[in-house]
């Protein structure tokens, strides 16, 4: 398949992943849960079909990173099903959508990489689009509690940008085995978790329910997934980062037509300040090709 349709089919799938988790009769924590091992499953079988073994010998310090990195996913997943709860696919994705300019912000502490200029100006730019679209007024049907909503958002796209810092030091393992180990770590995490809080509610699942269960773990994560980073192995950076933003247009989209979810034209502007800014600080000459 070609690398391009690939990323557009993984965005694609993501953008949509709202309409299925709504329709899951159980907890953030346990849909979190069992995507990731329905998703695991899948692809550990078809890598076992192909004979193609996970590089568990060479993993050095990476384990480590990638056991961290999976917790992080795991929990990013409970707060971004959270915050669909609580406000409008659109305001809960644009708010997710802030993780690229988490990253940002962290490098110059943690890696001790002077801002740029330019990346002081996208910075400041998604930062006010951020208020924009957390400010509800006139728009009182944004969801149960909106400010509750973009909060977990929030919490969801700092765990988002967890898992990108961890990635970003991780090297003997790559592509889809990362993911594979990644999704087991988030496993070993959240099953305790559940256990000691929510519990499993299985029996309050009706057919409905289970499809989309059954389209999240297999479409949304094992698919989407390989597609994605078979994708990025052929893509040069600056083409999967503009592919990437498929993601956030086909969620806002289907929000505002689909669902018919109210959103602010205040709300709208600072949605599209925020992927216009962390876009253009994407789209770096000197990282092109990357």
């Not at 898992?163 to 995490?189: H, P």
């Not at 806002?252 to 502007?269: F, G, K, Y």
């Amino acid at each position: 398949m070609n690398a391009k349709l690939e990323m557009i089919l993984s965005m694609a799938a993501f953008g949509t992943l709202s309409l299925f988790i709504r329709r899951i009769p159980l907890s953030s924590a346990e849909v979190a849960l069992f995507r990731a091992v329905i998703a695991l499953a899948a692809i550990a079988l078809a890598k076992a079909l192909r004979k193609k073994p996970l590089p568990l010998r060479r993993m050095g310090r990476d384990a480590l990173l990638l056991f961290l990195s999976g917790a992080a996913m795991g929990f990013n997943w409970i707060f971004l099903f959270e915050a669909y709860k609580y406000t409008t696919v659109s305001v809960a994705t644009l708010s997710y959508y802030f993780a690229p300019v988490i990253v940002m912000a962290a490098c110059p502490i943690l890696f001790h990489e002077r801002m740029t200029k330019k990346e002081v100006l996208c910075f400041a730019g998604s930062t006010i689009g951020l208020i924009l679209v957390i400010n509800p007024s006139g728009n009182p049907g944004a969801g149960v509690d909106p400010i509750k909503g973009v909060l977990f958002g929030l919490a969801a796209a700092a765990l988002y940008a967890t898992v990108i810092l961890l990635n970003k030091q991780i090297s003997r393992v790559s592509g889809i085995d990362r993911t594979v180990l990644q999704f087991g770590a988030a496993i070993i995490v959240l099953a305790p978790y559940i256990l000691l809080t929510t519990g499993v509610h299985l029996e309050a699942m009706d057919p409905t329910g289970w499809l989309c269960l059954l389209a999240v773990g297999l479409l949304h994560s094992a698919l989407a997934y390989v597609l994605y980073f078979s994708a990025l192995r052929a893509l040069p950076g600056q083409e999967a980062a503009i592919l990437s933003y498929i993601d956030p247009l086909v969620a806002v989209l289907l929000s505002l037509t689909l669902l018919r979810e109210p959103v602010s034209a205040t709300q709208l502007i600072g949605g599209a300040m925020i992927l216009t800014f962390t876009l253009a600080n994407e789209l770096n000459p000197s990282k092109r090709g990357a």
